[in-house]
């Protein structure tokens, strides 16, 4: 989970793109990611700091290989991918249990995608 939450914050992807990514789109001789017909069927290439390869190359080498059938990078446990549900509601407990969360009367609280919209916010000038 953690390194997923690094993926969506430093890489900005949606949820259900990160979980798309097969072994073969994530290329970390050269830090990119090859995200496929994602939203309006559209591909595109994501560039990755050094830092956050660095995290996805420690998580390729001791990820879950037990019943992996499919290539998926993300796994749990069994092998099996990841399901956005599943990684919604281990997000929403998270959040929970370190009580982060919106005080400003906002119907939503914190999100994963909220994730990716922060990271857009990073990239502006000031």
């Known amino acids: ?20 990514l097969a072994e073969t789109d994530v290329d970390l001789n050269d830090a990119v990611l ?25 998580y390729a080498r001791q990820r879950p290989t037990a019943g992996a059938s499919h290539r998926r990078f993300f796994r749990c446990d069994t092998g099996a991918p990841l399901t956005c549900s599943s990684v919604q509601r281990v997000f929403q407990a998270l959040r929970r249990a370190a009580d982060v969360k919106r005080t400003d009367g ?20 000031s």
Request: glycine residues 4%; aromatic residues 8%.
């Open 34 to 58: 090859h995200v496929r017909c994602s939203k309006f069927f559209k591909s595109r290439l994501v560039p990755v700091g050094p830092k956050l390869a660095q995290v996805l190359a420690d």
């Open 1 to 20: 989970m953690r390194v997923l939450l690094l993926l969506l914050y430093g890489a900005g992807l949606r949820l259900s793109e990160a979980l798309k």
């Open 106 to 125: 906002a119907r939503y609280q914190p999100r994963l995608h909220d994730l990716r919209h922060y990271a857009d916010l990073r990239a502006m000038p």
